[in-house]
């Protein structure tokens, strides 16, 4: 590759040398570029995306060879398996309101740090480093605190005179403390949102003063439209991030039912009574403890439909801002 | 209190001279004490979960138990224990292959792709570029079963090679993350260094990525944190071979082997968070900035 490219620059722009040569040079060196990035692209993107497709229609233990079931698998995930609905249940909850919520309170919280004068490298800098910590490790320290005996959130609610919850081991409330789980690790919106914030010009919101307008004229007609492509991209950030919600879930879920081995057995996935089984979670169970891989890429393609809707909403908001940039 | 409402110059100085009366003073102090205090409060509830592990973590055994928030004696040694409970620095060492290993190879595949989308001049370039970001945005869940399938007939399921071997050939979210980088250093440097004998190659690699270092570090940054947290694709390809786990997997499973002794859990999430929290401090720069790349400069 570094051979064909020395070789072809070495040859010095001749003035006779023909449009074709170096559009042909040109292709080149794009293709040693972009070589591996092709490959990978086809293997792991590609291949897979298409094969997924094929094996949905099939019934698939990986040992025997794939044996083709038309639309069985599709009918079979919408009449005769109530845990797969249970499933889109509970992602569809965690895409209203955990997007909902982690938007919401990360706008908020960057609406106060941009509004410090003092310490704001420092509030920034704790506000975003939970974000920064393994979902795992996350998981397992809500756990700890959400313990419903000693864990500090209740002992807190104790002191209060409020009778604390069980948390992660009450379906009610799993889903719920997963979202505030969630809300701790958002310092990466809160950041980016913090950016856009700053990014509005101060002499429109001193136009508007002089114009008698409040607070919350000011944040609806000068704030909210300059930031709006950025709270775009956080809405449909928070969207896939839910849709895919899956370490946190199963993690919670075997913590609390007190007996996992996360790798090991299926039994506590979704615990408690199946409020912490995601899509992904359900998908992965029968995928791969299950064996069940027609199925699991049936579920896959229907995830990647609703996954797809979402990121062409980012992508055409993107080609918009890169309008503007480039306008 | 009407005028003092309209004339207030909320957080920002006014340009034009402010009608100042006595109340103005003091209502300015007072907002600064409320934004103060709601942004300490925001940064003590962020921090106080991580405080709470740490505190458990030196704690006796029998104080872990109880419903105490303080340490009454520091047994700092709880974190040697936890060596003696799982082989935890087994599981280090293949954490570090596996974030190590990948982010070395996603720097040599990313950085020629983002240059080329980035720099480069050809047709059917915007297209490649949407289908990196759509990569980007597809879940891993999607792609699973058939790349699992792959593995096994290529019998590297229960090593790390699955994790690690894409990352040197493509990362979607590195290239595009290197790419929004490269689009800020200016052209006329590397056209620069092109008219002084440089070739395409060559321009890259004494102009471009030196001036790209920050851009670069970030990308690393981001690709060394994302393999150390993850937790799917262990999960799937090393999840029946404890001796490959990395420390994701294992703390996972720490709880099911030791059920009580939640000090020396939140010992081994300490040292889990440890590393990121670390590398967080020495670069927080890089990791701001590369933030708000992803976000804002679409």
């Known amino acids: 590759m570094t051979a064909t490219l020395e070789r072809a620059s070495a040859a010095r722009p001749a003035p006779n040398q023909g449009r074709a040569a170096r559009r042909r040079r040109n292709f080149l060196t794009v293709l040693g570029f972009m070589s591996p990035a092709i490959i990978g692209f086809a293997v792991f993107f590609g291949y897979p995306l298409i094969a997924t497709i094929y094996f949905s229609f099939t019934s698939y233990d990986l040992i025997n060879a794939p044996e083709w079931l038309g639309f069985g698998n599709y009918i079979r995930m919408f009449t005769s398996e109530p845990l797969v609905l249970t499933a889109m249940y509970n992602t569809a909850w965690l895409v209203v309101v955990l997007t909902t919520c982690r938007v919401l309170f990360a706008l908020g919280v960057a609406m106060v740090i941009s509004r410090l004068k003092s310490g704001v490298g420092l509030v920034r800098t704790l506000c975003y480093l939970p974000s920064l910590a393994p979902p795992v490790a996350a998981t397992i320290t809500f756990a700890f605190l959400f313990n419903p005996e000693f864990g500090p959130v209740n002992k807190f609610l104790r002191f209060l005179g409020i009778d604390g919850g069980l948390w992660f081991s009450d379906p009610d409330m799993a889903k719920p403390a997963l979202t505030i789980l969630a809300l701790w690790g958002s310092g990466e919106l809160m950041i980016i949102l913090l950016a856009a914030l700053l990014d509005v010009p101060q002499e429109q919101y001193e136009a508007a003063e002089i114009d008698g307008a409040g607070p919350v004229r000011k944040f609806l007609h000068i704030t909210l439209p300059t930031i709006a492509p950025v709270l775009m991209f956080s809405i449909v950030n928070s969207v896939i991030f839910a849709l895919q919600f899956f370490t946190q879930a199963v993690v919670a879920g075997s913590v609390a039912s007190g007996s996992a081995e996360v790798a090991g057995n299926a039994k506590d996935i979704g615990f408690p009574q199946n409020s912490t089984l995601t899509f992904p979670v359900w998908l992965y169970v029968q995928g791969f403890r299950y064996f069940n891989m027609g199925y699991a890429a049936a579920m896959a393609v229907l995830l990647f439909i609703v996954s797809f809707i979402f990121t062409a909403l980012l992508v055409r908001q993107m080609r918009r801002a890169s309008h503007v940039e480039e306008g | ?298």
Request: proline share 6%.
């Open chain 2, 1 to 298: 209190m009407t005028t003092a409402t309209a004339t207030r110059p909320a957080h920002r100085r006014g340009r034009r001279p402010v009608k100042r009366n006595p109340n103005g003073s003091w209502q300015k102090t007072l907002y600064w004490v409320a934004t103060h205090s709601i942004g300490l409060a925001l940064a003590l509830a962020f921090s106080l979960p991580i405080l709470f592990v740490f505190l458990t973590a030196v704690m006796s055994d029998s104080q872990a138990l109880s419903s105490s928030l303080w340490p009454e004696s520091w047994h700092f040694e709880n974190f040697f224990r936890v060596f003696d409970k799982v082989p935890l620095l087994q599981y280090t060492v293949n954490s570090l292959m596996y974030s190590l290993l990948a982010t070395a190879g996603m720097l040599i595949s990313a950085i020629p792709a983002a240059y080329a989308l980035a720099r480069l001049k050809w047709k059917g370039r915007n297209t490649v570029f949407l289908l990196v970001v759509a990569a980007m945005m597809l879940p891993p869940q999607v792609v699973a079963v058939p790349l699992y399938d792959m593995w096994v007939k290529a019998g590297l399921t229960g090593t790390l090679w699955p994790l690690i071997v894409p990352y040197f050939l493509f990362d979607a979210f590195s290239v595009f993350l290197l790419r929004q980088f490269f689009l800020t250093i200016p052209q006329d440097y590397i056209d620069a260094a092109k008219i002084d004998g440089c070739n395409e190659f060559t321009a890259v690699w004494r102009v471009l990525i030196p001036m790209s270092r920050p851009g670069i570090a970030a990308t690393g940054l981001f690709c060394f944190l994302y393999t150390w947290n993850d937790f799917f694709g262990p999960l799937i390809y090393t999840g029946e071979n404890k001796d490959n786990w990395p420390l994701s997997l294992s703390l996972a499973s720490f709880r099911g082997q030791h059920a009580v002794e939640w000090n020396l859990m939140m010992a081994a999430t300490a040292m889990i968070m440890v590393p990121a929290i670390v590398l967080f401090l020495f670069a927080q720069k890089s990791f701001v900035r590369g933030i708000t790349f992803t976000g804002v400069k679409g």
